[in-house]
């Protein structure tokens, strides 16, 4: 019998937007990419995938402020205080959160997966995989 999945809550600094998701986290990762970099501000951006089915803004705010970042995908910030919070692609089934607006960031574990590590500040030497989530 499958295990109940766990809820996971988050949203931006100001608390304008919010949300809540229960189901299995999927694919969480880090990544270096420039666009990453941008958008977020940060030398590196985690990243963890739930079902949209799943998925509800709970927030006062509604829905992110949408950018559109390439043909297929858009990015969605706080429009209050422009936190950083998600990649929504077109006709794509899940929901990417950046694991940093998760409210308990110690519950998802990224896996070794380091995209775009190349691009990555030299500087800059993140160590994914090692730790275990709690
Ligand atoms: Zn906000
Ligand atoms: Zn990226």
Known sequence: MAKKPRTYEGGCL????????TAEPEFPHICSCTMCRRWSGAPTTAWVEFPLANFRWTGPG????YFRSSKKSQRGNCPKCGSAICVVDDGYDNISLVMGSLDRPNLIVPDVQHSYKSFRPKWWHPEVGNAKAG
């Open 14 to 21: 100001c608390g304008a937007i919010r949300y809540t998701v």
């Open 62 to 65: 509604g829905e992110p402020r």
